[in-house]
């Protein structure tokens, strides 16, 4: 049993960063890949970035690359997610998601009660 909980979201301007955290609670975080993914209103859930339990490799959505970066500390239990060049149609409920392997199309096994995340034009 994985409990995650993110933090770091908040409302900051179009062209500004935030760095999102996940905390995971178990001795077993290390083992586990993790992604993040968020929902805007009125849209399906979508994926943006995964890691794989080592943090060798990394995943992202189309619509971030070359602006968010993930990124883990085992011995923190924690994953974040750095967040720069924001723009106002990034704003979604984002939320942390624990799993087997990492990746886009993959089933998560644990999730986060999200952070909201506004950006303002």
Do not use: H
Not at 54 to 76: E, H, L, M, P
């Amino acid at each position: 049993q994985v409990q995650l909980v993110e933090s770091g979201g908040g409302l900051v301007q179009a062209g500004g960063s935030l760095r999102l955290s996940c905390a995971a609670s178990g001795r077993t975080f290390r083992t586990y890949a993790m992604g993040w993914f968020r929902q805007a209103p009125g849209k399906e859930r979508e994926f943006v970035a995964a890691i794989s339990w080592s943090g060798s490799r990394t995943y992202y959505a189309d619509s971030v690359k070359g602006r968010f970066t993930i990124s883990r500390d085992n011995g923190k239990n924690t994953v974040y997610l750095q967040m720069n060049s924001l723009k106002p149609e990034d704003t979604a409920v984002y939320y942390c998601a624990a799993g087997a392997v990492a990746g886009r199309d993959v089933s998560y096994d644990y999730w986060g009660q999200g952070t909201q995340v506004t950006v303002s034009s």
